[in-house]
């Protein structure tokens, strides 16, 4: 779908999304960490929480603009860069996604 704006979007295509991480990135990742989520989209969320078992669920984090305490415990600020109210330098090159 192109120029479709995510409100546009039938929140039961999310769910071929959800099954699709399920079957791909069940136990390859420690966690999914998603920042500055706008509303909407939480709340979509919350409806593919219910094609995802809670072992896969427990491994998506998403944030709107409260993730600093969370990131400053599971990561330590030390290990995150300024834009995140870390303490190392913001990358500017040598990067992905660039």
């Given at each position: 779908m192109k120029d479709v704006g995510l409100t546009e979007l039938p929140?039961?295509?999310f769910a071929s999304v959800a099954v699709h991480m399920r079957s791909t990135y069940y136990a390859r990742s420690s966690g999914?960490?998603?920042i500055n989520v706008p509303v909407i989209v939480q709340y979509?969320?919350?409806y593919l929480y219910n094609f995802v078992d809670d072992f896969m669920a427990a491994k998506m984090h998403?944030?709107?603009d409260?993730?600093?305490d969370h990131f400053s415990k599971r990561f330590g600020m030390?290990?995150?860069p300024m834009h995140?109210?870390?303490q190392l330098?913001?990358?500017t090159s040598n990067f992905f996604p660039p």
């Open positions: 929140v039961i295509a999914l960490h998603f979509v969320v919350r998403f944030y709107s409260d993730f600093h030390e290990n995150l995140v109210r870390g330098p913001n990358k």
